[in-house]
């Protein structure tokens, strides 16, 4: 077994302390040390560097792209593939029941509730469509500011862009190691959400996750939006 040295990194990996400590760790993607191991199954996903990909196909490596990474039902559906592939249906459908169940929970509660405007903004990057953070904006009960602004993907767009599309509420990561990532801008901070207050850090363990662990990202997301509607203290 051997998985990503990030298994085990705080503020980056869910399953800290899960990961046998047999398994081998990979600091980086490295095929000659992937063949020395005459692995069964190398799991990649669709952003996998494409050059590495290829070294990977030609290896003649058995491997498994999982795809769709950016949608809740994309996740849904990459989690129930691997189960399949890997012999795991029954873990994988139950991981997906316990995800299903949280989110039509959220779903339900957040019916009829206002939208704010929310900005994704990690300097100089905000995500549009077609994007992870897109799909967390929208389940935790807002609307992403980035798609107003035709942004599709992530993509660098400056303070200047960022201010004047004027947000309700600005989504930053926070990353522990490095302390809580306040937008340093001066622009930025001139903002009206940011001068109101109104900015939700998201752990970056949830803010990038693109697995069954989205559910708590949109849950915590939404908690901070809607307090009156959506607990804290997740399900």
Not at 126 to 137: H, N, Q, R
Request: with cysteine; proline share 5%; glycine share 8%.
């Amino acid at each position: 077994m051997a998985v990503t040295a990030l298994a085990d990194e705080r503020g980056t990996s869910n399953v800290v302390g899960r990961v046998p400590r047999t398994a081998v760790r990979f600091p980086k993607a490295d095929l000659e040390r992937l063949v020395s191991l005459s692995a069964d199954l190398v799991v990649v996903s669709e952003y996998t560097d494409a050059d590495f990909l290829k070294q990977v196909e030609r290896s003649g490596l058995r491997y498994h792209r999982m795809e769709g990474l950016k949608s809740l039902d994309g996740y849904r559906a990459a989690i129930l593939e691997l189960g399949r592939v890997v012999g795991a249906d029954e873990g994988a459908r139950g991981l997906v029941a316990r995800y299903d169940s949280v989110l039509a929970d959220l779903r339900k509660r957040l019916q009829g509730a206002s939208r704010p405007r929310v900005l994704y903004w990690s300097d100089p990057y905000s995500a549009g469509a077609d994007t992870a953070f897109d799909a967390l904006i929208e389940c935790g009960g807002a609307r992403n500011a980035g798609r107003d602004l035709g942004l599709r993907g992530i993509a660098a767009i400056g303070a200047e862009r960022a201010f004047l599309s004027d947000p309700d509420v600005l989504l930053l990561p926070r990353e522990p190691r490095a302390g809580p990532t306040m937008a340093e801008d001066s622009l930025v901070r001139r903002a009206r959400a940011f001068r109101e207050g109104h900015v939700v850090e998201i752990p970056n363990e949830l803010l990038v996750t693109v697995s069954q662990y989205a559910a708590d990202a949109c849950w915590y997301l939404a908690a901070a939006l809607h307090p009156d509607r959506v607990p804290r203290k997740g399900p």
